[in-house]
Nanobody, 129 residues
Framework: VRLVESGGDSVQPGRSLRLSCVAS????????MSWVRQAPGKGFEWVSS???????NYADSMKGRATISRNNAENTLYLQLNSLKTDDTAMYYC????????????????????????WGQGTQVTVSS
């Protein structure tokens, strides 16, 4: 499994970014996918998930500001972030699992299974004025 995130940048509050995650090593079109993030000095925070057939889920802090999507032809997962806030500053990672929560450096599915930590290098989002 290989996950390569990109699209992060340093932006001012209120701006937008689109993050990308190119996946390989597994059958992407049938895989649920998720985004998590890690702010400086903090544990992982679950952001959003997307099932293989298009059902989405978002953390309360991201509802109305984030859109998760996928392009199966290009094995790519996206996260559109709008109205960025300083609190969104973090390293963002994608995962090839349907995650629903994180605790410390571990993230979990709805069935309580711990994600196998197939993380990429992440992409840094910095929001500051």
């Amino acid at each position: 499994v290989r996950l390569v995130e990109s699209g992060g940048d340093s932006v001012q509050p209120g701006r937008s970014l689109r993050l990308s995650c190119v996946a390989s090593g597994f059958t992407f079109k049938f895989s649920p996918m998720s985004w998590v993030r890690q702010a400086p000095g903090k544990g992982f925070e679950w952001v959003s998930s997307l099932t293989w057939d298009g059902t989405t889920n978002y953390a309360d802090s991201m509802k109305g500001r984030a859109t998760i999507s996928r392009n199966n032809a290009e094995n790519t997962l996206y996260l559109q972030l709008n109205s960025l806030k300083t609190d969104d500053t973090a390293m963002y990672y994608c995962a090839n699992s349907l995650l629903v929560r994180c605790s410390g450096t571990d993230c979990y599915t709805e069935h309580g299974e711990k994600y196998a930590n197939n993380w990429g290098q992440g992409t840094q989002v910095t929001v500051s004025s």
